[in-house]
């Protein structure tokens, strides 16, 4: 028996290989689809679509489409099902959804900043950065010459690309919070989004609770495009000096672009800007776990934190005791972390 599971494991690395040889095959047909629009077209279409239909619909040499619908087939982005007794089609499934570039679940934008070649690049530098000799430049500015803020505040077409893929996300988090806790916006009556961008979060939350006054705060180049809305204030600064008075505070995917000794003057800064009595700070971001590192959404946590190692001077997914520690540090006694449908979790200070 043993002999035989050693055998397994060398007939599934033979397999898991060619997995990594080309691994970025997979994001390449991807985003193929999301720029030729393929989902947009089939869910479109309402029944399974011929491939003769869809390659002149979408202007594309017929025998080339074939191969990158086959390739999405196998894949399960999209399915094949008969229309007569000579012809097939393709047809929508939850996946190929998530690629249509405005559905209500698309991560297409998400998909487009990931693939840019100025998102890809860093990855190539990801080895100097762990040696024991690197220095403390992210690869990101290695590869593009200025870290990640700087570059999008120089650069409008990788900031759009930045925000419309945060947007997406946030989009889909924050519907995932408001649905999986809603409890923890009870008596707020005033919230700070700190980090908020173009205030895409903030005006979810505004409408599912419509009780809530809205600060949008972020830097002055980022509010200065953001929509302008009655309920929501856009403010300018730097939440490392001081941050808008609100009963809350709330921080989606911020803190894990910083350390921890950032991290902890992010949240006095917080403490600061709440009501002693009643006020709170409600974190949205992974919470990895350990002992369940093994279950699919625990493994999206850690090829975040190989994302933050990449694309961020000292930013890093978190443990629960890792958050345990800074929020600790930052004067918060109790805290309680709520899991959601998403690889976030809610972390109520």
Known sequence: MEVSGIEEEEARAEVDIWNYVFGYAKIAVVKCAIELGIADVIENYGSPMPLSELATALRCEPSRLHRIMRFMVH??????????????????????????????????????????????????????????????????????????????????????????????DARLTVQATIEGCPEVFDGVESLVDVGGGNGTALSLLVKAFPWIRGINFDLPHVVAVAPKSGSIENVGGDMFMSIPNADAAFLMWILHDWDDEECIKILKKCREAIPEDKGKVIIVEAALEEDKEDDELGFVGLMLDMAMMAHTDKGKERTLKEWSYVLRQSGFTRFTVNPIRAVQSVIEA
């Open 75 to 168: 894949d399960r982005i999209f399915k094949q099902e008969p229309i007569n007794q000579h012809t097939v089609g393709f047809s929508s499934t939850p996946l190929s959804r998530r690629l249509i570039k405005d559905g209500e679940k698309s991560m297409a934008p998400f998909i487009l900043l990931e693939s840019s070649p100025t998102w890809l690049a860093p990855w190539h530098s990801l080895s100097a950065r762990v040696l024991e000799t690197g220095n403390n430049i992210s690869p990101f500015e290695v590869a593009n010459g200025k870290d990640l803020w700087s570059y999008a505040e120089a650069n409008p077409d990788f900031r759009e690309l930045f925000n419309n893929a945060t947007g997406c």
